[in-house]
C-alpha cells in the first residue's frame, strides 16, 4: 500500500518547472497549471480548459517514468 504512489506525484520530487502558465485560449489570461491538474478555471473568465502537458502522457514528461511504469516488474528485473 505505500509503494503504489508514483513517484512523480509526490510533490517533495516537484521542480519550479512542474508549476506552469498556459494562456488561456479564451481571454488570453495567464492561467497557472500544476502539472498534474487535469483542468483549471481561468480566473479572468472562468473558462475551463485541460492541462495540454497532461494530454501527453504522464510516462512523456515524468522524470520517474521508468521507475514507475516498471514499479510492478522491478522486482523481478533487478535480480
Ligand atoms: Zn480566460
Known amino acids: 500500500m505505500s509503494q503504489t504512489q ?11 518547472g512542474d508549476i506552469f502558465e498556459i494562456t488561456c485560449p479564451n481571454c488570453h489570461t495567464q492561467v497557472e497549471f500544476w502539472k498534474d491538474d487535469a483542468q483549471r478555471r ?5 473558462h475551463r480548459f485541460p492541462n495540454p502537458k497532461l494530454n501527453e502522457g504522464c510516462a512523456q514528461w515524468c522524470e520517474f517514468a521508468d521507475k ?3 514499479l510492478n516488474r522491478s522486482v523481478a528485473e533487478e535480480d
Not at 508514483?6 to 519550479?16: A, E, I, R, S, T
Not at 481561468?42 to 472562468?46: A, D, L, R, T, V
Request: aromatic share 10%.
Open 42 to 46: 481561468c480566473p479572468g473568465c472562468g
Open 6 to 16: 508514483c513517484p512523480g506525484q509526490n510533490m517533495m520530487f516537484w521542480k519550479p
Open 68 to 70: 514507475c511504469l516498471g
